[in-house]
């Protein structure tokens, strides 16, 4: 097998030759997911395949492809954890939530799970999310230099716990979320490990065996400080627990394994598609202005309400822009639950299938420039569903898309409103997909001043010049300071 610590030099099998395949090592893939994806689609096109000995993974990058896989929950199915743990372990019940379930089981939960989430519904969401925004806000001050990264974390757990859960305790949400995250990634890592079986993954399962059971016995702290307070509200968490004590549906483990991918799923992505708009508006200092404009003439309080936020058509463009080319979501996967044909190749039965919106999104075929922000490609362009996905698509699709787009709605213009936001000159800008979210990594900083429609562009490094193009290029580094600029 090709060394794990570096990404391998590919080649095309020879037994293979006429199929898009190529081989290496897998775990290059998790290790650096963008690199793997962008040499595979590269050298193949819309559909390939990677292999390492006897083990396959394949990738389908064009919306044809795409749409096949996604829209046949059937044949294929999702396991987005590799590593179900004992019958009996907390590993098993933390990964007891949507992600792991398949058909009738996963229609009978995804109904009950969206009750909330409805687009007729979320309407009832607005007030708490301009409260907490406003109260973030209040929070700063102009000439501070903030982490926009841990800031939207915290600002999104906070959201999640008050809006799916009822709750608004900032520290035990904080907490949560951080051994989640830890978890989630240790989940990809040794996952994919596991699928190869390899001995250094043995060990790092039982630390991740040892994780479960402690962020288990967090979540379930929560769940008992919600029943504590009487769960009758209409939050997912009282529906949850409601069904769960009335015998519907909802066992032990469903309850804390909804609880686990919701939190997880709802406030990572939603945090990271404002770090990542707002950075690219501290880039693109023509656009910045043009919707600081919509915002200033059509948003009258310090928030939007919801009858202002379906008219800000400018801030509709630039948040599906912001999602074509920084994706929360870079990848998913499924697997193959019968064996079955799929383009050139026949897959055997459990072998993977990646989609990749971080590939589709910057098809040249479809997007012109595609690493470039352009909003105003949106005012023309109309492209598949299959084609454009940041919430996926089919049966699968997300449950929180609507809620998603709402919270984006009303807490970016609450955001430009009371700020002007630059970056730091000649900081590192960094992202990468971690267990298949497109995030910062480390610091993002940013520098807050009065709202004056002065847009200028401070350039940065680090490798987010290769992710997107920007504007201007790198400039020498400055070490950013957290405190007032
Ligand atoms: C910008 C924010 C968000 C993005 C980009 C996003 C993206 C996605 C994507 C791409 C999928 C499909 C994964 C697949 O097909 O394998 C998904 C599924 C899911 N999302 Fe989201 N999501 C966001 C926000 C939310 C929120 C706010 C919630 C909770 C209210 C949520 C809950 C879920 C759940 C439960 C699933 C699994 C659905 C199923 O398997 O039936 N997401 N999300």
Not at 24 to 40: K, M, Q, T, W
Request: net charge negative; aromatic share 8%.
């Amino acid at each position: 097998m090709t060394s794990h610590s570096t990404f391998p030099k590919l080649s095309h099998s020879e037994s293979d030759s006429e199929l898009p395949l190529t081989e290496g090592s897998l775990l290059d893939f998790p290790s650096n997911p963008i690199a793997v994806l962008r040499r595979l689609n590269a050298e193949h096109g819309e559909i390939a395949g990677l292999q390492d000995g006897a083990h396959r993974l394949f990738f389908v990058f064009g919306p044809k492809w795409t749409q096949r896989v996604l829209s046949d929950a059937r044949t294929f199915h999702s396991r987005f954890f590799a590593l179900r743990g004992g019958k009996r372990s907390p590993q098993r019940r933390l990964t007891s939530g949507l992600l792991s379930m398949n058909g009738d089981e996963h229609k009978q939960h995804r109904r009950l799970v969206m009750g909330p989430f409805q687009k007729q519904v979320i309407g009832q969401y607005a007030e708490p999310v301009t409260q907490l925004v406003t109260e973030m806000l209040d929070s700063w001050q102009v000439g501070e230099t903030r982490d926009l990264h841990e800031d939207m974390t915290h600002y999104m757990l906070r959201v999640t716990s008050a809006l799916l859960f009822g709750l608004d305790e900032p520290e035990l949400a904080y907490q949560i979320g951080a051994m989640l995250d830890e978890w989630i990634h240790m989940n990809h890592e040794i996952g994919m490990g596991a699928f190869i079986a390899g001995k250094q993954f043995t060990d790092g399962y039982d630390e991740l065996m040892t994780l479960g059971k402690t962020l288990e016995q967090e979540i379930l702290g929560m769940i008992n400080l919600k029943k504590s307070r009487g769960a009758s509200g209409s939050d997912l968490l009282s529906l949850l627990i409601q069904a769960h004590d009335q015998g519907v549906k909802i066992d032990d483990g469903n309850l804390v394994g909804h609880v686990a991918l919701l939190f997880g799923a709802a406030h990572k992505t939603t945090a990271h598609t404002l770090c990542w708009t707002i950075f690219l508006l501290t880039q693109h200092p023509e656009i910045m202005s043009e919707l600081w404009q919509e915002i200033d003439t059509l948003v009258e309080q310090p928030s939007p309400n919801l009858g202002e936020i379906e008219n800000l058509s400018v801030t509709e463009r630039v948040l599906k822009e912001s999602m074509r080319i920084m994706p929360a979501s870079g990848y998913s996967q499924r697997i193959a639950a019968e064996p079955v044909d799929l383009g050139p190749f026949r897959l055997r039965r459990g072998e993977p299938v990646i989609f990749s919106q971080f590939i589709t999104h910057r098809l040249p075929e479809i997007y012109q420039e595609p690493n470039a922000f352009l909003p105003d490609r949106w005012r023309t362009l109309s492209v598949s569903p299959y084609a454009y996905l940041p919430f996926g698509n089919g049966p699968r699709m997300c449950i929180g898309a609507p809620l998603a787009m709402m919270i984006l709605k009303i807490t970016l213009p609450s955001m430009l409103k009371r700020f002007r936001f630059s970056a730091v000159s000649g900081s590192e800008v960094n992202g990468a997909i971690r267990s298949t979210m497109l995030t910062p990594l480390g610091e993002l900083p940013v520098t807050l001043h009065e709202p004056d429609g002065q847009f200028d562009q401070n350039s940065v490094q680090g490798n987010i010049h290769d992710l997107v193009k920007l504007p201007i290029q790198t400039q020498p580094a400055a070490k950013p300071s957290r405190k007032a600029a």
